[in-house]
């Protein structure tokens, strides 16, 4: 089973950019894929983003959509999140999950292995 460890959360203000990473422990990443989520406090969680397992595919969602991307370094087994434009709306917890050979689902339920999450506030 891989470990999740993610990093790279704060405090930015709006139009700024930050970059979360998620780190793999335990196995590669190679044959995982990898999703994005993020929950606001009295909202339930959302797709953020994701790649396929082959690297081949990224999904987003709407809201997020030429301000975020999702890449891969398999040389670090680590998959960051670049967020880039940031809003006061994208202020979140965000999770990294990882899926063993998926297509890189906006479903969190296809999940099996996640992260422990990390703050995101985006001030206005």
């Known amino acids: 089973q891989v470990r999740l460890v993610l990093s790279g959360g704060g405090l930015v203000q709006a139009g700024g950019s930050l970059r979360l990473s998620c780190a793999a422990s335990?196995?590669?990443?190679?044959?995982?894929?990898v999703g994005w989520f993020r929950q606001a406090p009295g909202k339930e969680r959302e797709f953020v983003a994701a790649?396929?397992?082959?690297?081949?595919?990224?999904y987003y969602a709407d809201s997020v959509k030429g301000r975020f991307t999702i890449s891969t370094d398999n040389t670090k087994n680590t998959v960051y999140l670049q967020m880039n434009s940031l809003k006061p709306d994208d202020t979140a917890v965000y999770s990294c999950?990882?899926?063993?050979?998926?297509?890189?689902?906006?479903?969190?339920?296809?999940?099996?292995?996640w992260g422990q999450g990390t703050q995101v506030t985006v001030s206005s």
């Open positions: 999950a990882a899926q063993a050979y998926g297509l890189g689902s906006r479903n969190y339920y296809e999940y099996v292995n």
């Open positions: 335990g196995r590669t990443f190679n044959t995982y894929a």
């Open positions: 790649i396929a397992w082959t690297a081949r595919s990224t």
